[in-house]
């Protein structure tokens, strides 16, 4: 299958400490990858290099073939990455709707000028960009809360709402840093479902999590990180029962018995 994101002897340090360590690895299209491993292993770090928020100290991220080089954020968005966060970036003080209107891609430019000066073209921008995050509301169930202000949401919904304001700028990739943290039960099957909904649209996936439930049910495929360097990788299967994974990380509770 196709690659869509390959990381290549990627590395990293700040001051004397190497976060990342030669590191490599291959996302495949229309996969849900997942890139697991202790707290301070460094999966972050790797995030923010792919987003373009941090620079490699070596080695090369290319996105569909193309080496993203030095490309700043927004142009790595542009692209077709999108991303959430570990700690929920939205804007409080807006309304559901509005966070989404916000970060919406619309199929139309029309320039900054002729946009403050045209009335019209003013209008149909703020049309496109409102029928896009609608859709996106309705897409992730979210639809209901349209017009409530973000700071009033439950923590899960506020998740869901991140994932839709990354999905609302098109994506071909979408990185989620841990997007199961702090939901319960129910709320991570809702999760689950709208990242298999993702998936089956034909939307690759990348995510650091630490809910093992999460992870061994959906990934297709897991990188395993420690201090800086990939030490696994594989199905959930062969992950589960990888001695070094377990030692390192896992613990025998999430070792598949009989394999």
Avoid: W
């Avoid at 890139?35 to 070596?58: F, R, V």
């Avoid at 700690?87 to 709707?97: G, K, P, Q």
């Amino acid at each position: 299958m196709e690659d869509i994101l390959r990381v290549e002897n990627l590395s990293k340090q700040f001051g004397g400490l190497k976060a990342v360590d030669q590191f490599s690895m291959n996302v495949q299209r229309n996969a849900i990858h997942a890139l697991i491993g202790p707290n301070g292993a460094g999966k972050t770090t790797i995030t923010n290099l792919i987003c373009g928020e941090i620079q490699q100290d070596s080695g090369e991220i290319l996105f569909q073939g193309e080496s993203l080089g030095t490309l700043k954020v927004f142009e790595r968005a542009r692209k077709g990455i999108g991303r959430t966060y570990q700690n929920i970036r939205l804007f409080d003080t807006l309304t559901v709707l509005e966070n989404m209107t916000v970060a919406a891609k619309v199929e139309h430019s029309y320039g900054m000028l002729r946009t403050i000066f045209s009335y019209k073209s003013s209008q149909m921008e703020k049309k496109e960009r409102r029928d896009k995050a609608m859709d996106i509301l309705k897409y992730i169930g979210l639809e209901h809360l349209a017009n409530e202000h973000v700071r009033g949401l439950p923590y899960g919904n506020r998740k869901i709402l991140e994932i839709g304001r990354a999905l609302v700028t098109e994506p071909s990739l979408l990185l989620l840093d841990e997007p199961a943290a702090g939901l319960n039960p129910s709320e991570r099957r809702r999760l689950m479902d709208i990242i298999y909904k993702i998936h089956e649209d034909q939307i690759s996936v990348f995510m650091i999590e630490h809910n093992m439930d999460v992870i061994m049910t959906i990934s297709d495929r897991i990188t395993v990180l420690n201090f800086g360097k990939k030490i696994a990788e594989g199905t959930p299967k062969e992950i589960q029962n990888n001695e070094e994974v377990i030692t390192a990380y896992l613990g025998n509770r999430f070792k598949k018995q009989g394999a």
